[in-house]
Every structure is written in C-alpha cells, then in structure tokens.
C-alpha cells in the first residue's frame, strides 16, 4: 500500500501532538486546514508541513489525502465527519467522536456506504499498558472483574467562556473527562453496562459540572465513577478481581500499573509503552486499520457514547444541536 497522507483539521493543542507523533513514526503531516488562515500557515511552518489550505474545505475534497485528524471542538465533529466520508476520507476525530449515539449511528451508517474508517482517538484502546493488562485478566490470574472504580477530577476556573462550562461548545464533565472513565470500564468489563444510575451537579451555564455514576452489566460486574471539572482529584482506575486487583495511574496516559495478589499478598508493577508516545500509538493503529489489519474498537467507542447519551439524557441536558 503507498504511504498513507494525512490532513489535519485543526492547529491546537492536540494537533500539536499528532505532529509530533507523526515525525516519531517517521512521517510528516500532508497537509494542514484552520477556519484562521494564518494559524494554519505558523502550524505548516512550523512542523515543515508541505500544504496549506487557503479554505480549509479543499481538505475534504483533495484528492491526495488519505485520512484527516479531526481536532476541532465535540459540537463541531459531525459537519466535518459527514463531509469527509461522503469524499471518500478515512476520519479519525477526536474524543468524544460526536454529541450522542444518534449522530454516532449516522456517521456508522455512512462510513459504511463510503467503505471508509473511523476511529475515534482514545488513548485507552492503544497504549501498550491496557492490552498487557487485558492479557493478564485473561489469563485468569486474578479471576474475574467484578467492580472498577475511576476518579477522574481536573479543576477549571469558573471562565463560563471556556469550552469546558460553554454549552456552545459542548462543554461538561462527561464528554470531555467522563469519556475516558467510562472507555476504561469498557475495556475490561465483559460487556457494555445496561443498568445506569447517577447524580449531577449542574455549572451556571446549564452543563454537567460534577457527576457520579453507578453501572452494571449483565454479567453482575460494577463500577463507580466520580468526576469533576472543579475539584482536582487523582487519575486512578481500580479494577477489583477475584483474586486481586490493579491499579492503573495517571490513565489515560499510563505506562505501568500495580498488581496485587489478594491470597499472597504478593505485589508487581506491570508496565509497557511511553507516556509520551501515547497519539504516536493512536496513529499507528489507525493506519493498519486502513491497511485491513488494525482495529479501532469501533464497538467500545459505541457503547461508550451509549452510555454518556443515557446519562445526559437522564439529566435532560441537551446542546443547542440537540434541540
């Protein structure tokens, strides 16, 4: 297969770190597109970026380009998602992949029909860490997952303005931390939580703020989440086994995790892949799914956005797009 070319959508922060993560595995980025023109030109310099689009719509309709990297903000996704599949582009968006499960479906539906992947950039699903961790509970080592418990909590200045509280901008604690948790108790439950409870504290600006969620499965294992947008807490995952459990720090992003053995008392640290590789991985699998023989966990990615629609939908909290 020829080199796969990539455009991305996009100059922030995270397309920063696709960038770099490109050039770590000995690519370059095709081409580049923002809605301010001069952003995009500073971004193409500054990482020799060959093309630059002087409307960032060329991006979908340049018969060059192989795949885009979505980056803009989650309310924002689908206009673009629906663009670059109908012309016959690979996406892959970043989190969360959309607004609901309605819209996920839409996109599914139509990648379809265009014969074109989507990923969605979830660190979880591709750093070394959590498939080594997969393995072990495997294994049967410690028996089975019966109970995950996650922290996520970043505190956010109270700037109504900022994506983070901007219900214009899809702002909220679950689809920009919340996400995360809920992709981590997918990846080790042995099925997608059907049974969801919870309670929410609402910002000013009418989005989730704080939140704490409750789910089970149909193969009785559980999980509880606490999040937050306005209270620091750790970045910890514990998935509690039979005969054990392990912890996972600093996730998304984890490079190692601790292992007990409840019977023996007996401890281990099990790490694989470099924090800092972490998008370098997410690249990587999206190419050999263009190339047949990856995976981007598609289904996980829909379960996860199932969830997070039910949880919204039980608060009755909706984006203007929704509406």
Known sequence: MKDIKWAVLGTGVIANEMAVALKKNGRNI?????????KAVAFAEKYGIGKVYSDYNEMFTDPEVDVIYITTPHNTHIQFMRRAIENGKHILVEKSITLNSDELEEMLELAE????IIGEAMTIYHMPIYRKLKELLGSGALGKVNLITMNFGSFKDY???????????????????GVYALSFIRWFMDSKPDKLLS?????PTGVDEQAGLLLMNKEGQMATVMLSLHSKQPKRGMVSCENGYIEVMEYPRAWEAKVTYTDTGKTETVAAGENADALAYELQDMESAISGDGDMYLEYTKDVMD????????WRFTYPEEE
């Open 30 to 38: 095709y081409a580049v597109g923002n809605r301010t023109y001069d």
């Open 199 to 203: 309670e929410v504290k609402p910002a």
């Open 159 to 177: 700037d109504m303005n900022n994506r983070f509280f901007n219900r214009n901008l899809a702002g909220g604690a679950m689809l920009d931390i």
């Open 307 to 314: 969830m997070m629609t039910e949880f919204r939908r039980s």
């Open 113 to 116: 029909q265009h014969n074109v």
